[in-house]
């Protein structure tokens, strides 16, 4: 697949990213896999993946400050 930003391949790899969940939260899931392009670090993350991450969300604490939860494949 093709980078819609510069035109380079995108690769599968896993990473940490982080997820603003509220005005003062945020949740960091690491081993994410995403997409990511080799050229420019662009990601796309796919929508089975997505949905896993928004029921992960879904489950955490809504007032906690910072959370760090580890994706399990």
Do not use: W
């Given at each position: 697949m093709k980078c819609h930003?510069?035109?380079?391949e995108f690769e599968?790899?896993?990473?940490d990213l982080p997820f603003k969940t509220g005005a003062h939260s945020i949740i960091i899931i690491k081993d994410l896999p995403v997409m990511q392009c080799g050229n420019c670090n662009e990601y796309m993350i796919e929508d089975q993946?997505?949905?896993?991450?928004d029921k992960i969300i879904d489950m955490t604490e809504k007032?906690?400050?910072?959370e760090v939860l580890r994706?399990?494949?």
């Amino acid at each position: 697949m093709k980078c819609h930003n510069c035109g380079g391949e995108f690769e599968s790899v896993t990473t940490d990213l982080p997820f603003k969940t509220g005005a003062h939260s945020i949740i960091i899931i690491k081993d994410l896999p995403v997409m990511q392009c080799g050229n420019c670090n662009e990601y796309m993350i796919e929508d089975q993946v997505m949905e896993r991450v928004d029921k992960i969300i879904d489950m955490t604490e809504k007032n906690v400050e910072v959370e760090v939860l580890r994706f399990a494949a």
